[in-house]
């Protein structure tokens, strides 16, 4: 069996092995989200050895030349000593310039120390000291001097647990923007643009809905905000005050009924979907009876950390 290494600690790995589930079995805790290749959250850095690696193009060139690797695209086929992405060293400082809850819903506005260039509907690892998950950008760039991150405390987790202790001035790291399947294409200007979203998933949906208004979006805006009670509907106000755009505020326990009146004016319509795998599934099939063609609805799916 082939050794897997990270600084002084070996150990033998199963030949074949997927290199974030090894690390991650060992007790590393590298973050990760989509395990699709397009997060980026589990980038590492190969000192030695070369696992095999199903997505080298997922990597800019200079990038993986320099031995960076998504662990969820690689497998241990020989002995193998990587390091893992440092915050301290790699990452942007960012600091806490606002703290809002709504309900269990958290908002964090940071200031990074340098400016992060990025669209509306991408992503970011934001870490907590030791701690790291991969966020939507709420924020919209140019306009907003902040970035915004909306952090479901609902359940415990690593990094909830640590949110809910942040406090004005408090210092994170950021990794690099990201970019996933939901964003604002100009060409979608006069096509009707429906926004579906369950819980946080409303985060980068936000930045986008602001995006098409800011781009003088032309066609029928429509946004859908499946929420698990009435405080978790935690940007009502500002939705319900934006002019030319529907919004449906709907409780869980009607999640159903409210899919089932979707009704498809065009089959132009431009579908953007986002929140926990049951939630975009659901969507998902909704969207299909409905008659919104496959290729036009983009979905990111957020996955639950311990």
């Known amino acids: 069996m082939p050794e897997l290494s990270v600084g002084a600690n070996s150990w033998a790995v199963p030949t074949g092995s997927n290199l974030l589930d090894a690390l991650n079995d060992a007790g590393l805790n590298v973050p990760y989200s989509c395990r699709a290749g397009s997060c980026h959250a589990c980038l590492v850095q190969c000192v030695a050895g070369q696992p095999h690696d199903a997505s080298p193009q997922a990597l800019a060139a200079d990038k993986h030349a320099q031995g960076w690797r998504l662990a969820c695209q690689c497998r241990v086929v020989e002995n193998l000593h990587v390091a893992l992405f440092d915050p301290q060293q790699d990452g942007v400082p960012a600091r806490v310039c606002g703290l809002d809850w ?133 940007l009502a106000q500002p939705l319900l005050q934006l002019e030319g755009v529907k919004v449906e505020l709907v409780l869980a326990q009607q999640m159903d009924e409210a899919l089932a009146r979707l009704s498809l004016s065009s089959r132009q319509t431009i579908a953007l979907v986002c929140g926990g795998a049951g939630s975009v599934e659901r969507f998902a099939r909704r969207l299909f009876i409905a008659g919104v063609p496959r290729g036009q609805v983009f979905a990111d799916v957020f996955v639950e950390h311990a």
């Open 102 to 234: 709504f309900g269990d819903v958290l908002r964090v506005r940071l200031i990074p120390e340098r400016g992060l260039r990025y669209q509306a509907g991408q992503h970011v690892v934001v870490w907590n000291g030791p701690v790291a998950r991969p966020y939507s950008l709420a924020s919209l760039p140019g306009e907003d001097g902040y970035l915004e991150f909306h952090i479901d405390c609902q359940r415990p987790g690593a990094f909830c647990d640590k949110a809910r202790g942040l406090q004005l001035g408090d210092s994170l790291r950021l990794g690099e923007v990201r970019g996933g399947a939901l964003h604002y294409d100009p060409d979608w200007q006069a096509r009707p643009l429906w926004l579906l979203a369950a819980g946080t998933g409303l985060a980068p949906l936000w930045g986008i809905l602001r995006e098409a208004l800011r781009q003088g979006h032309q066609g029928e805006i429509r946004l859908l905000h499946i929420a698990r009670d009435g405080a978790a509907h935690y």
